[in-house]
């Protein structure tokens, strides 16, 4: 066992420092030695440093039985099982062992973080990284897994795909030192899949899709099947490889009816109704759009929702139906202020909108001030350029070359180097 990580943590979080805790018993210096597994001390020196941190010296949690209720309760988390999940973590969190113990904590702080995703509190769960983040000199590699994939989770939900894939490339190199089960495995798979798709890496994510749903298809888990064929769709359909794409979406449609998985059903009419845009089905793809956000009502979360509600504005104003694109905005206004998340980013695109449609004068300034340094603060490259384009045309119009240039210059560069962007995302 490594006393020392064990010493360390305990210090730390109950505020001592190294003079507090060796006082009487040995030198700080020595203390730092013990704590950085520079020196294996005697039995009765680390009994006498366990004593003064309320300590058990002779317990061990690695095979504990309460580690095995961590893994249940983190299996339900992975699976999406909500209510045994929070059953679960109430039961752990009373156990005095779990808060308690060094081995025990650490694993209980990482799938929390999980946990706290699922339940979509994104900046409770930043802030439970941010802590355990301070002990990660404590950790052994199996710690070290499930930090860097609790990071990168934590990265997706903030937006920020590039350093999620990163953070789960690191989850991956640290899986090759411990043993993983199946579904961890495939979990991994898919969670790499699924960030290198939000980070327009294509064919990682393609690559990691097919390795999640071989994984998947051996353990017959049609729901999650489906969402790695959901993933190919996507990436299929950037490669404008729309056969290969619909065929994906059409095997996610004969799971989803037989399993009666209606969010799994919203978001495959949602991608359909993005290719149908693609090729100029403008009818197909808002009729896809509408059946999308039918299922995904009560089911799917608030970004996922007014996605659907985004697309029908931006369909509707592209092909010119100016008073139906008026009802979708109506309809998103009325849909955000039901909702206590944060619907900022959702407010920008149908202020934009509304100002178009209106012909406000003030337009091009709101673009230019407001919306694109959003977007680009957000690395929502797909908005970033739509909004440049836009600004460019309406600058154009009155008559200010030099900065419409710039905004279109701008566009193309991002067009070059994302080349594959476009459509909704997960």
């Given at each position: ?21 060796a ?11 013990i ?23 002779h ?17 339900m ?15 752990l ?33 930043y802030?439970?990284?941010?802590n ?51 579904w ?20 990682a994510?393609i ?19 489906a ?17 290969k ?31 149908e ?52 905005i ?13 619907t ?32 680009q ?50």
């Open positions: 066992m490594e006393y020392g990580k064990v010493l360390r943590f305990h210090r730390v979080k109950q505020g001592l420092t190294q003079n507090q805790l006082d009487g018993i040995i030198s700080p210096a020595y203390l730092s030695k704590e950085n597994d520079q020196t294996v001390p005697a039995f009765e020196v680390l009994e006498h440093l366990y004593e003064r941190l309320g300590l058990d010296f317990d061990s949690s690695y095979h504990h039985p309460s580690k095995e209720r961590l893994k249940e309760w983190y299996e988390i992975v699976f999406k099982r909500k209510e045994e999940a929070r059953e679960l973590k109430e039961e969190k009373h156990q005095k062992d779990t808060l308690n113990n060094h081995h025990l904590y650490i694993f209980f702080e990482l799938f929390r973080i999980r946990h706290l995703l699922l339940e979509n509190e994104v900046e409770e769960a802030e439970a990284w941010k355990i983040r301070q002990h990660e000199d404590t950790f052994d590699e199996e710690m070290e897994y499930y930090f860097h994939l609790s990071s990168g989770l934590v990265s997706y939900y903030r937006g920020d795909f590039e350093d999620s894939y990163l953070k789960l490339m690191e989850a991956k190199n640290y899986s090759a030192s411990i043993s993983l089960e199946g961890e495995e495939s979990d991994l798979y898919y969670l790499l899949a699924l960030s290198a798709s939000q980070a327009n890496n294509i064919s994510s690559f990691n899709a097919d390795q999640a749903l071989t994984i998947y298809q051996q353990q017959y888990n049609l729901v999650k099947s969402d790695c064929h959901i993933l190919l769709g996507i990436n299929y359909g950037r490669l404008k490889n729309y056969g794409a619909l065929e994906n979406y059409h095997l996610v449609s004969k799971i989803a009816t037989q399993t009666q998985d209606n969010y799994q059903l919203g978001l495959v009419y949602h991608n359909i109704g993005v290719i845009s693609r090729r100029g089905n403008f009818e197909a793809a808002l009729m896809n759009y509408q059946k999308s956000l039918s299922y995904k009502t009560g089911r799917a979360s608030v970004h996922e929702i007014f996605e659907a509600i985004y697309c029908l504005v931006f369909e509707t104003y592209k092909i010119g139906r100016l008073d139906d694109c008026k009802k979708w109506s309809e998103g206004q009325t849909y955000l202020d039901s909702t206590t998340r944060d900022s980013t959702a407010r920008i695109h149908l202020n934009i909108y509304t100002m178009l449609i209106n012909k406000d004068v003030t337009t091009a300034q709101y673009l230019e001030n407001v919306a694109i340094p959003h977007f603060e957000k690395k929502q490259h797909r908005f970033v350029i739509r909004y440049c384009m836009i600004v460019s045309d309406l600058l154009e119009a009155e008559r200010s070359y030099k900065k419409s240039s710039r905004y279109l210059r701008l566009a193309i560069d991002l067009l070059n180097k994302y080349s594959n962007l476009g459509g909704m995302l997960l």
